[in-house]
C-alpha cells in the first residue's frame, strides 16, 4: 500500500482566507477610525452648541434687565417718592423769593427746571416777578400740604400738589395765605429730576 501526503490545497485557495481576514481587519480598522473621528466631532460640535446657549442665555439675561427688571426698579417705590420729593422742593423754591434774596432765589429755582419751562420762567421771573418783588416788597413761602404721583416712567413723571402759599408786602403786611394745587411735569436729565410744566389745577 501506498501512502500519500494530504494535500494541503492550492495556493489560490490557501490565501483566500487570509484575504478575507485582511479585509475584515481593514474594515474593522477602517470603522475604528471613523467611529474615533465623528467622536471627536461630535464633541466638538456639543462644545460650541453649549457656547452658544450660554450666551443666548447671556443675551436674554441682559435684554431682561434692561427691559424688565431696570425699568421696574426705576419706577419702584423708593425712585416713586424720589420723584415726589423733587417735584415738592422744586416747586417750593419756585414759589418762594424775598426782595433780599431774590437773585439767588431766582437763579436756584432755574437749577431746577428744564427745556421751554425754563425759557418761560426766566423771562417770566425777570420781567414780571422781579419788578412787582422789588418795587412792591413782596415776600412769598410756599409749603407743600399733600402730593400723590400721577404717572411715571423711566424718565418723565407727572405730580398732583396741593399747596398754601404766604404772601405779604410793604402795603399787606399781614400775611396772606392762598390754596391751589398744581400738575408738576418732570424729565429725567442726566440723572436729576427738573421741572419740563407746571400748570395749576
Known amino acids: 500500500m501506498s501512502l500519500h501526503e494530504p494535500s494541503t490545497g492550492s495556493p489560490v485557495e490557501n490565501e483566500k482566507p487570509e484575504l478575507e481576514m485582511a479585509e475584515q481587519n481593514s474594515e474593522s480598522g477602517s470603522a475604528a477610525v471613523g467611529g474615533a473621528r465623528w467622536s471627536k466631532a461630535a464633541a466638538r460640535w456639543k462644545g460650541i452648541a453649549l457656547t452658544v446657549l450660554v450666551l443666548a442665555t447671556a443675551a436674554l439675561a441682559s435684554v431682561l434687565y434692561v427691559t424688565e427688571y431696570r425699568p421696574s426698579q426705576q419706577t419702584d417705590p423708593a425712585a416713586q417718592q424720589t420723584v415726589i420729593d423733587a417735584a415738592s422742593t422744586a416747586t417750593v423754591v419756585l414759589l418762594s423769593y424775598a426782595p433780599d434774596t431774590l437773585d439767588r432765589d431766582l437763579d436756584r429755582a ?34 407743600v400740604m399733600n402730593a400723590a404721583l400721577m404717572e411715571m416712567s423711566t424718565d418723565t413723571a407727572k405730580v398732583l400738589l396741593f399747596l398754601n402759599q404766604e404772601t405779604m408786602s410793604r402795603d399787606r403786611p ?7 394745587s398744581v400738575v408738576v411735569t418732570l424729565d429725567k436729565v442726566d440723572g436729576h429730576w427738573l421741572i419740563a410744566a407746571l400748570d395749576p389745577v
Do not use: H, N
Open 110 to 143: 432755574r437749577t431746577l427746571m428744564f427745556g421751554d419751562f425754563l425759557t418761560y420762567y426766566g423771562k417770566f421771573s425777570s420781567e414780571v416777578v422781579a419788578p412787582a418783588v422789588r418795587d412792591k416788597g413782596i415776600k412769598a413761602s410756599a409749603q
Open 174 to 180: 399781614e400775611p396772606a395765605l392762598t390754596a391751589s
